[in-house]
């Protein structure tokens, strides 16, 4: 598969709560939400290793409704992809709604064709306040 092609099945497992799937497609020493800074987001922290990725899924399902993921556009050489995403998501604890047109997505692969870095270049603020509530 093309980097593109893995991606969009990434997506797609992630459509149907797949997220075995995801984890086959990652390097064992993969950095996911590499060179970010602390934040009061739980789903959106650096995790370093395959068999931590699982954090994000946890720390995410388990807080938001997600309303809408549609990935628009993909941009891509031999070894990156980034792509534009529309999300959507409610706040369960808050019932407070987080709309990010076009967040960004950033995957970096290695010579096996296995993701080794990925990130969001999101609106990390505007979820924290969701968090927050009132």
């Known amino acids: 598969m093309t980097p ?3 991606v969009q099945q990434i997506y797609a497992a ?9 984890l086959s497609q990652l390097a064992d020493d993969v950095e996911w939400e590499y060179a970010t800074f602390p934040n009061p987001v739980p789903w959106l922290q650096p995790l370093q290793g395959r068999d931590r990725v699982p954090t ?32 959507e998501f409610t706040v369960k604890a ?16 290695d010579d096996a064709g296995k993701v080794a870095r990925f990130r969001h270049r ?8 969701a968090l927050q509530g009132d």
């Open 4 to 6: 593109i092609e893995t």
């Open 14 to 22: 992630f459509g149907r709560g797949d997220v075995p799937y995801i």
């Open 56 to 87: 994000f899924f946890d720390a995410l399902l388990s807080r938001v409704e997600m309303n809408v993921f549609s990935p628009r556009q993909f941009f891509a050489d031999a070894r990156t992809v980034v792509d534009l995403v529309d999300v």
């Open 94 to 109: 808050t019932g407070k709604r987080v709309v990010e047109p076009e967040a960004v997505h950033i995957w970096h692969f």
């Open 122 to 129: 999101v609106d990390t603020w505007q979820s924290a306040l």
